[in-house]
């Protein structure tokens, strides 16, 4: 396991700083490619889920049922629902009004309206997003740590769903100071908390892993991910208005992993 821990940290802050990437495509393109990001989205979505289920919780539980009978499999799915309630717990510690999953499209840049909104609103959702980074942080990190495979995909899905974020981010702050390099840095910057995310995971349970607690941590990740999926990437996916592609792309994610992970 240690053989994959610097590349756990390295695939956290490649997916973190995707938000860059956001900041930038608002920046170099006219419109938002919506039948892209909807397609996209969906892809993440499977991605996560089918790692998720399949590698992530099944594993675990199978593992812990053979441990401790009723009592292990029951403390997986455990786990699990507690990893869903730590991302709702930190979903709701954040005011409707700056909630990230609103879309923010490439053509707001130029829409007068957007010109007189304050610069404490992008830091408002820079912030939000930062929140909701650190957990993904945490699951790309663990994932990571299972297997390098695994953890590639999970960079990935979390990668591309933070390209969005990145155009939520630099969109308010580019409008608020005319500056594309202050609405990039705060872009990028909300980015970071993944990698706080990996450290946070690294110093909490590194030092004190077993292989019980290892399976459980798992179980909990994907419980995060499952979230993430229904709660973020395809509820974002359906307000580009490309529903069915959002769903293709689900299946797609979903029928990528399950011929890499054989």
């Not at 990230?100 to 309206?113: A, L, N, T």
């Amino acid at each position: 396991m240690s053989d994959n821990l610097l590349l756990a940290f390295i695939l956290t802050g490649v997916a973190g700083v995707a938000t860059g990437i956001g900041s930038c495509i608002a920046f170099f393109f006219n419109h938002s490619n919506r039948k892209f990001l909807s397609l996209s989205l969906g892809f993440s979505g499977g991605v996560m889920l089918y790692i998720s289920f399949v590698e992530l919780f099944a594993g675990a539980k199978s593992f812990l049922s053979e441990r401790s009978g009723t009592a292990g499999a029951l403390s997986a799915i455990g786990a699990f629902f507690g990893g869903i309630a730590l991302s709702l717990l930190i979903d709701r510690l954040i005011p409707e009004s700056r909630n990230p999953h609103e879309v923010r499209k490439v053509e707001e840049m130029s829409h007068p309206d957007y010109k007189k909104r304050a610069f404490r609103s992008g830091i408002l959702f820079a912030l939000a997003i930062a929140i909701h980074n650190f957990p993904e942080g945490m699951a790309v990190f663990m994932s990571g740590m299972i297997s390098g495979k695994t953890g590639i995909f999970t960079a990935l899905a979390v990668a591309i769903h933070n390209i969005p974020e990145g155009i939520t981010v630099s969109v308010p702050i580019y409008h608020a100071t005319g500056s594309r390099k202050k609405a990039f840095l705060w872009s990028f910057a909300s980015g970071l908390s993944e990698p706080l995310g990996a450290l946070a995971a690294y110093f909490l349970f590194l030092p004190f892993l077993t292989e019980t607690l290892l399976m459980l941590i798992y179980a909990g990740v994907a419980g995060i991910m499952v979230f993430l999926t229904f709660d973020e990437l395809l509820p974002l996916a359906r307000e580009y208005g490309e529903h069915h592609l959002s769903i293709a792309g689900l299946i797609c994610g979903m029928l990528l992993m399950a011929l890499v992970l054989l």
